[in-house]
């Protein structure tokens, strides 16, 4: 039996503005994690930002407010990158939104317009993108990664944690291996007998040891925070 390790153990493990990469064959398997990593990593004076590929900004929101552990949505920004017929921008709520999965230039500038807005209040900002896997399936891999590599670099001036999930069950191999280089750091998500388990990469201890992670709130939005 692998020991226990929980989330706040997890997001400890690494330090405190690093970008992780966090893969699992499908949603199901990922689960909740890359959430409760995010609601655990923001403090009371710091923010978060969400670039959201498969769930509208308003149900992003709604599930927030369902986290017990994210103290309030007005710490947070969503850039929605759901497909829609154009870009549009709601800075009242701290929204802003794109054409599509790959409106990339669409979304660099809602990232940037949600940093500016939350740094305002917080001097350390957050990232969740809900899945790296969704414009891999529509554009070109090295555009992808490109824009990933932007998308860290402006998450890395506001000194946060940033997070990146995939979902290996689509993304190949080879694309995997390249996200894997340019984040240096990362989580491994598998499910055994009932019970999902994680293993982490680029801490300063190598191991290859898997830990149970306790289940927590996992039902609860997994079909788009993945």
Not at 48 to 71: G, L, M, N
Not at 154 to 177: A, I, K, M, Y
């Amino acid at each position: 039996m692998s020991r226990v390790k929980t989330v706040d153990e997890i997001r400890a493990a690494f330090p405190e503005d690093a970008s992780i990469l966090i893969t699992g064959a499908c949603p199901e398997t990922i689960g909740s994690l890359p959430r409760e990593l995010l609601s655990s990593a923001v403090g009371d004076d710091q923010g978060a930002v969400v670039i959201t590929t498969k769930d509208a900004a308003e149900h992003v929101h709604r599930q927030f407010e369902r986290a017990s552990e994210f103290a309030s949505t007005s710490k947070l920004a969503v850039v929605d990158a759901t497909p829609k017929d154009r870009r549009h921008a709601e800075p009242d709520e701290n929204v802003w939104k794109t054409s599509s999965p790959v409106d990339f230039g669409g979304a660099m500038l809602g990232l940037r317009r949600g940093y500016e807005s939350l740094a305002l209040e917080h001097d350390t900002i957050h990232l969740l993108f809900d899945s790296l896997t969704t414009p891999l399936l529509s554009a070109d891999s090295m555009t992808v990664l490109r824009y990933a590599h932007q998308v860290m670099l402006e998450g890395g001036s506001r000194s946060g944690l940033q997070l990146f999930p995939v979902c290996t069950n689509v993304t190949g191999e080879r694309d995997v291996s390249k996200l894997k280089h340019l984040s240096e750091r990362m989580i491994e998500v598998r499910k055994r007998g009932g019970e999902r388990q994680v293993r982490l990469h680029g801490l300063r201890e190598a191991s290859d040891e898997w830990f149970t992670l306790p289940e927590h709130d996992t039902n609860a939005g997994v079909a788009g925070l993945v």
